[in-house]
């Protein structure tokens, strides 16, 4: 037969495991939404970026012939006008290689769930030596939802 205190007991561990696997929903919840908002605004970015460089690259295109064409031109073979753009291309390209890195490397985490992630395992084990039957914060739907 249970006693009174066996099913107290119970019924604390059972109310543990829901408020765990709500703060752990809440937590994943959280980590969507922010990567979705992230992820929106890269993709609207990244659309304007490559409609942009589509036409400067067919507007370079033109002015690199046009460049080789103006040094034949002025006297060098042709080889020589297309080979000193090839050269100018290559230097840009590996300039641009490295401003491409550099812009990467700011790519991070969900920075808000990380830390909202830490506040929680802070507050839990700050209250690992409370009494049973204590109430923990869980975070709210205001938490969940990300802010612009």
Request: charged content about 10%.
């Amino acid at each position: 037969m249970q006693t009174k205190k066996d099913a107290s007991i119970a019924t604390l561990v059972n109310s543990a495991i829901t408020d765990g696997q709500l703060l752990v929903k809440q937590q994943i919840e959280l980590a969507k939404a922010e990567l979705a908002h992230s992820a929106k605004h890269a993709a609207s970015t990244s659309g304007m970026l490559i409609g942009a460089g589509v036409l400067a690259f067919l507007a370079f295109v033109f002015m690199l012939v046009a460049g080789a064409y103006g040094l034949v031109a002025a006297g060098l073979p042709v080889w020589a006008g297309f080979l000193i753009v090839a050269g100018i291309l290559l230097l840009v390209a590996a300039i641009l290689g490295l401003l491409g890195r550099n812009q990467a490397r700011k790519v991070g985490p969900p920075q808000r769930a990380i830390n909202q992630a830490q506040q929680t395992k802070a507050q839990l084990a700050s209250r690992g030596a409370a009494s049973p039957g204590t109430a923990v914060a869980l975070p709210t739907e205001s938490a969940v939802t990300p802010t612009p």
